[in-house]
């Protein structure tokens, strides 16, 4: 299959994570998602600069964009020096990897304290976006450790490639949780000082007080947990490039999926090609023949399980892709629902409708509809580039 580029839209990004007491949540790959520039009085992240980084440009402001990855990782000192890459690239990733491990564990446990209330539907959804990218980061660690010095220049870089597009989206899907998370706590915040102000005027009791206070506080810890992910992940990113200065560099957001591209996937032929590139699939058919009739009839079971198992998998891959596309396109329904919603929550709140504590709120709302519609999009790209890169006989 001919590989085409799947992304060509940019976009300025802004999100939130689940808001306490949200019933509505969308598992994803520890992602929310973008305000839109101009919805809301915050400073948006800037458009990212249509330019190269290299190892050499540390010194100096870098952007790291999507489309350039290839780019940096055929410049990085990683990829001239192999032995010193694979060694620093397995070790990014076991520490990330037990980082969010760690993380879905804290989730799960917030899941079980709050059992049966709102939150728990919160934590759980939470827990598996963050084992979807634990999933995600295996197989790129997996694939590190089967390299071998004989693979081509061609296939390191392209593995290279695919495992910093993992690395970027998973930056990119934690830092606008954390930044959602945050507004999220912001808005807990102010629903705590009101109900201290109503504990005072007597009209609140303690209970609601400190029931407030733990929402805030979870939203607190939240937003903490995701800044931690992001920081790990670009860390991780940053060192595939032997990139130090990390205060310089901007990493930009990832694309929207290219549906043309998608929708034009060729099922039939890119399993046939997938299974020829397959690693396993090769080494099976050149393991060469059996001395006698039983031995040669084991060598071809061997060769037509692998096969078998290879067309399964490509199989599940495919029907994941499709599975993504549609929770997309549901996406953007919903988003359209939640911009009605929106804008009359803006008129409300121009029109002095809204106290602190409920406009905060409303934000909260769009932002978390604005995040699920992102989360899809981030999810169906990274599906997008799986299908690709295995059917390459990267993945």
């Given amino acids: 299959m001919k590989r085409k580029n799947p992304f060509s839209v940019s976009f300025v990004r802004r999100e939130r994570p689940a808001a306490a007491g949200a019933a509505r949540r969308k598992a994803g790959r520890v992602l929310t998602a973008l305000l839109a520039a101009g919805c809301l009085s915050m400073t948006a992240i800037p458009a ?26 055929l410049n990085s000192q990683n990829l001239k020096d192999a032995t010193d890459s694979y060694t620093t690239n397995k070790s990014n990733y076991e520490t ?130 995701y800044r931690q992910q992001a920081a790990s992940a670009r860390f991780a990113l940053l060192s595939q490039f032997d990139i130090t200065a990390s205060d310089s560099v901007t990493i930009g957001p990832v694309p929207a999926p290219d549906l043309d591209a998608i929708a034009a996937a060729d099922f039939t032929a890119d399993v046939e090609i997938a299974i020829n590139n397959n690693s396993s699939v090769q080494s099976a058919r050149k393991s060469g023949t059996g001395d006698t009739y039983a031995q040669e009839a084991l060598l071809d079971e061997a060769e037509a399980q692998t096969e078998a198992s290879a067309r399964s998998s490509f199989l599940e891959l495919y029907q994941q892709l499709q599975s993504a596309k549609l929770t997309y396109e549901a996406s953007l329904d919903a988003y359209e629902s939640a911009e009605i919603t929106w804008r009359s929550a803006q008129l409300k709140q121009q029109a002095g409708m809204y106290d602190n504590t409920s406009w905060l709120e409303a934000q909260a ?31």
């Fill in 365 to 395: 709302d769009y932002l978390q509809a604005l995040a699920d519609k992102e989360s899809a999009s981030m999810d169906l790209v990274q599906q997008w580039e799986d299908y690709c890169w295995t059917v390459k006989g990267v993945g």
């Fill in 96 to 225: 990330l990897i037990s980082q969010l491990e760690d993380e879905r564990d804290y989730m799960r446990l917030l899941a079980d304290k709050y059992e049966d209330t709102e939150d728990e539907a919160e934590y759980k959804s939470s827990a598996n976006a963050i084992t979807n990218t634990l999933t995600q980061l295996r197989k790129r660690l997996a694939l590190l450790n089967r390299r071998a010095s004989s693979v081509s220049t061609e296939k390191t870089i392209d593995s290279y490639t695919q495992a910093a597009q993992t690395l970027m989206i998973a930056y990119n899907q934690a830092l606008l949780n954390a930044e959602a998370a945050e507004k999220s706590a912001e808005a807990a915040e102010a629903s705590y000082n009101a109900m201290l102000n109503k504990q005072l005027a007597g009209t609140a009791t303690a209970a609601q007080v400190l029931e407030a206070a733990d929402t805030m506080q979870q939203q607190k810890n939240m937003a903490s947990s």
């Fill in 48 to 73: 990212w600069a249509d330019e190269t980084a290299t190892a050499s440009d540390a010194a100096t402001a870098i952007v790291i964009e999507y489309e350039n990855l290839g780019q940096l990782v």
